[in-house]
């Protein structure tokens, strides 16, 4: 069995009668993403806190890499990268003189630090820009500077909390293709956000936190589950729709079919939508279907969050 | 130790990029220095003597004496604002008549006067010229009084022999300058006292300019970040304390330095003084850190860290001499870090003092850095779970 890169047990923390944290475990696997989805308030940064060294917990415990962060704070933190939800940058400095500085935090120096620094530059695409002060950059550009300071020390661990908050959705996708790229390199991700399609998107498992407490976990398709609601493909056009229904109906992951006469409309509920589509389609037409629309709805996280607590997500 | 230093050169690296700070660091200074010496010394060169007395003959003939040996006088109302001018430098010497020597030099009899000496080393031979002046306006007195008595020219001219070798000059009584305030600035220049104050006061003031400068770090979740690396609060707290320290000592050294080739003012043993100063920089370090920690606005901290500042500055001697406070108001001025800090100061300038002769006023700001700085730590500490 291998060392899980993060394992937190029970975690809890209050602040006076608050109870902002109350039992959180996690285990993250080297190479795995996982998300911690939750609206705000939840518990998200604090929790993020205690796992960095950054709060002590009340209770629990937090092991980076096998070492205890109670017992050895700065053994623990060699093996954890940072990138806060804030720009957590020297906007007098520039981008090399960031990463300089806080490399050499993580013990680097020299030739390796320089070099280092110009790889991450290269990651995150600010070559170009090193040596302007980086209160000039764009909020993107200092968002990307945010987390390349994360990389520089090529953590087994790295935890983004909310790294795409107020970011230009260009930028955005840079920074989720940097983190699927991360992740398919062996760095454990730990990765908060309150927008499901980042979590949908990027995560091996995920996480549902409110109050202080994980209330689910798992894959996104097991939490899905947990609705006990399927995806709906919606087939608008013209043609023998009592036929076309009869032919639909025989596809396997087909389970119901309700046919709108007056609409020209067929809605099926379906085992897994993405993957039937094409032969639904296919079928369809075959059938004498003249196809105008095609529209595929699945259950998603909010519909868990939605679930599981009775509340949106971004409530 | 290269957390400790990455930190303290980051720090320098932030001061320096804002550019307002090199005026109240480098130009400020000086010119305060330069407007509190005119201020305390600029009538010394044209008033040397300052004069009080009944205004009659007396007074007049000494005066025109005086004044006949190019001697600049003041005639003062009052003997309290002789002995200011003395005090304060503005004067190297005082004279006080009284009406009883009005009364003798129209007489023609031995008159006394009470002769103030300053504490410059100017002074003396200010006095001995007006010693020597009011001999002879005396001894003129004297001869004129005779020549009244005798209206035979010979028996006159005789008795004006007699007169020059008879009549004993006029009796001076010449107060050394037993006034503590005298005391205290005897030997200091026109800009000496006035250089220390103003060193210790602004490098106060640029250092507390660090409580701003960490809010904005904690604001912007660099010292979030700083403490998820592997480092320890006694490191970053070590490394930002560092950082502030080198701009105060050279901030000091600055103004030692341009002060001494600038207006001649003289700091005694400068190791001793760098010494005072790096004490007294942590000190202010370590209020700037409490600050920093404790306030999460900087408009407000800046406020504080100015007010507070110059408050301080104030009540510990470095807008008015301690030396003229009273009893007190110079306990309270104890409170102050500047208070010790201008003692110690005021000593290594005035009396050659080494380390061994200021280790009370060193203990002390120790003390007060020591306490301040373990505050700073833990509060630094509780912060991180502070959200702003």
């Known amino acids: ?315 | 130790m290269r957390v400790v230093l990455a930190i303290a050169w980051v720090e320098l690296r932030r001061f320096l990029a804002d550019r307002s700070n090199l005026f109240f660091v480098l130009i400020l200074p000086l010119a305060m220095v330069a407007v509190i010496g005119w201020q305390f010394g600029s009538d010394r060169s044209g008033a040397p003597l300052s004069v009080q007395g009944p205004g009659g003959a007396a007074t007049q003939a000494l005066v025109e004496g005086w004044e006949d040996a190019e001697l600049a006088v003041t005639l003062r109302d009052t003997p309290e604002l002789v002995q200011e001018d003395v005090s304060r430098g503005s004067a190297e010497v005082g004279v006080l008549l009284d009406p009883e020597a009005e009364a003798a030099y129209r007489d023609g009899i031995p008159m006394e006067l009470e002769i103030i000496t300053g504490s410059s080393s100017e002074a003396p031979a200010v006095a001995q010229v007006v010693r020597a002046q009011a001999e002879a306006v005396a001894t003129e007195a004297a001869q004129v009084g005779l020549l009244e008595t005798f209206g035979d020219e010979a028996e006159a001219r005789a008795a004006l022999d007699d007169a020059s070798t008879l009549v004993p000059p006029a009796q001076l009584l010449v107060q050394e300058p037993e006034d503590p305030v005298a005391v205290a600035f005897e030997g200091v220049e026109q800009f000496d006292s006035g250089a220390v104050a103003q060193l210790l006061l602004f490098v106060f003031l640029s250092t507390l300019n660090a409580a701003p400068a960490l809010i904005k770090a904690r604001r912007d979740g660099v010292v979030r970040r700083t403490m998820a690396a592997p480092v320890t609060t006694a490191q970053a707290m070590a490394g930002l304390t560092t950082g502030r320290v080198v701009i105060a000592l050279v901030q000091g050294a600055y103004i030692m330095l341009a002060s001494s080739l600038l207006f001649g003012v003289r700091w005694g043993s400068l190791g001793v003084a760098v010494v005072v100063l790096l004490v007294f920089g942590l000190v202010a370090a370590g209020v700037a850190m409490v600050i920093g920690v404790l306030v999460d606005s900087e408009g407000a901290a800046s406020g504080l860290a100015v007010g507070g500042g110059l408050v301080l500055g104030a009540v510990g001697g470095s807008m008015v001499p301690l030396e003229f406070y009273s009893d007190t108001l110079r306990q309270v001025a104890q409170l102050t870090p500047h208070a010790w800090a201008n003692d110690a100061m005021a000593q290594i300038q005035r009396q050659g003092a080494g380390i061994a002769d200021v280790w009370p006023q060193l203990g002390v700001l120790a003390a007060m850095a020591i306490g301040v700085l373990v505050l700073g730590s833990l509060l630094l500490r509780r912060s991180l779970a502070r959200a702003m």
């Open chain 1, 1 to 315: 069995m291998t060392t899980p890169v993060l394992q937190v047990d029970a975690l809890r923390r209050s602040f006076g009668p608050a109870t902002v944290v109350d039992g959180v475990s996690l285990r993250i696997d080297p190479g795995e993403t996982v998300g911690l989805l939750g609206p705000n308030g939840a518990g998200k940064t604090t929790t993020i806190s205690m796992i960095a060294g950054l709060l002590r917990p009340d209770g629990g415990s937090v092991h980076i890499q096998g070492v205890d962060m109670a017992s050895d704070p700065l053994a623990a933190k060699r093996h954890l990268g940072l990138v806060p939800q804030d720009l957590a940058i020297y906007p007098e400095l520039s981008a090399r003189s960031n990463l300089s500085f806080f490399g050499r935090l993580q013990g680097m120096r020299g030739a390796a630090l320089r070099r280092r620094v110009a790889e991450v530059l290269e990651v995150v695409g600010l070559t170009d820009r090193a040596t302007g002060a980086s209160k000039t950059f764009s909020g993107g550009m200092k968002r990307r500077l945010n987390i390349a300071i994360g990389l520089l020390h090529e953590p087994r661990l790295l935890i983004l909390d909310e790294p795409t908050v107020g970011v230009d959705p260009q930028s955005r996708n840079a920074i989720l293709e940097s983190v699927e790229a991360l992740s398919g390199e062996g760095m454990a991700v730990l990765y908060t956000t309150h927008y499901m399609e980042e979590a949908e998107r990027l995560c091996d498992r995920i996480g549902i936190i409110d109050a202080g407490r994980v209330i689910a976990e798992g894959t996104r398709d097991s939490l899905v589950e947990l609705t006990g609601r399927t995806d709906t493909v919606t087939l608008a056009g013209d043609g023998p729709l009592e036929e076309i229904e009869a032919a639909v109906s025989r596809i396997p992951a087909v389970r119901e079919v309700h046919r709108i006469t007056g609409e020209g409309r067929l809605v099926m509920v379906v085992q897994g939508a993405p993957q039937a589509i094409s032969a639904i389609v296919a079928t369809a037409s075959g059938a004498g279907m003249t196809l105008r629309d095609v529209e595929i709805s699945r259950p998603d996280l909010e519909s868990v969050f939605l679930h599981l607590t009775g509340k949106a997500l971004r409530d």
